[in-house]
Nanobody
């Protein structure tokens, strides 16, 4: 069973930066599409960015364009979410998720494997 583990969340001031990591264990990330989702209190889980098995990137949250990037390091079995110019509204629990079909989706229901998430709080 594929396991995902996120890290890198924390408290940051508006305008700051964070890098989230999602480590694949037991299986290599080859062949998987990996998405980053976030969920704020009282809101639905939202797709943010996704990277497919070929390295192609799709952005699902317009609000992060130009501020967030997704990348992967196959040698480290890790997918990253680089976040900059953080805003108060970026505060949420961030999850990574993987699906074995290789193609991206912005729908949480399309992803079979999930990590526990990491909290990002943007506050002054």
């Amino acid at each position: 069973q594929l396991q995902l583990a996120e890290s890198g969340g924390g408290l940051v001031q508006p305008g700051g930066s964070l890098r989230l990591s999602c480590v694949f264990s037991r299986f290599a990330l080859y062949g998987y599409a990996t998405g980053w989702f976030r969920q704020a209190p009282g809101k639905e889980r939202e797709g943010v960015l996704c990277i497919n098995s070929g390295g192609g990137v799709t952005t699902y949250a317009d609000s992060v364009k130009g501020r967030f990037t997704i990348s992967k390091d196959s040698a480290k079995n890790t997918v990253y979410l680089e976040m900059s110019s953080l805003k108060l509204e970026d505060t949420a629990h961030y999850y990574c998720a993987a699906r074995p079909h290789g193609s991206c989706s912005g729908h949480a229901t399309d992803f079979k494997h999930w990590g526990q998430g990491t909290q990002v709080t943007v506050s002054s």
